[in-house]
């Protein structure tokens, strides 16, 4: 057949994982969760727990493609501005959904997941860099 470098086994295993996600996203939120649940804090935690997974898993995509070096060079900027981004579109999108409803503390808590998985990022790798200069 044909044989995958080491970096587009990687490549390609993240953006599978990306595509999946996507999907298990929108699965989730137009057929299987019940909006008539008055749990507000457990959904708050769900929005902002599945937002940081998406922002950390998009992260990773990011920063292993070579394609677009622009992309490369600024992973948590992009995959900040894309989750909540995709966050928006989707309690846009349910609001044209009868059974379900739009809310602003969910768009809340999904830019919150991934901004704060995004500063933890940040903060890993600055700290990774030091261990990494004051190592033998």
């Known amino acids: 057949m044909f ?4 970096n587009n086994r990687e490549h390609l295993n993240i953006t599978f994982m990306v595509y ?5 996203i929108l699965i989730l939120a137009v057929f299987i969760i019940d909006p008539s649940r008055e749990l507000i804090a457990d959904d708050k935690l769900i ?7 998406f922002s950390f898993i998009l992260y990773l995509a990011l ?4 394609k ?5 060079e600024y992973p948590a900027l992009f995959s900040a501005a894309f989750a909540s981004f995709f966050g ?8 044209f959904i009868p059974s379900r409803s739009s809310d602003i503390f969910d768009l809340t808590a999904n830019i919150f997941g991934s901004l ?12 990774f860099k030091k261990l990494k200069r004051i190592s033998f």
């Open 116 to 127: 704060f998985t995004i500063v933890i990022i940040k903060f890993m790798n600055k700290l």
């Open 47 to 53: 929005h902002f727990g599945t937002f940081s997974l």
């Open 88 to 95: 928006l579109a989707i309690e846009l999108y349910q609001l």
């Open 68 to 72: 677009n070096m622009l992309l490369k």
């Open 63 to 66: 920063s292993i493609q070579n």
């Open 20 to 24: 999946i996600y996507f999907l298990v």
């Open 3 to 6: 044989n995958l470098s080491r």
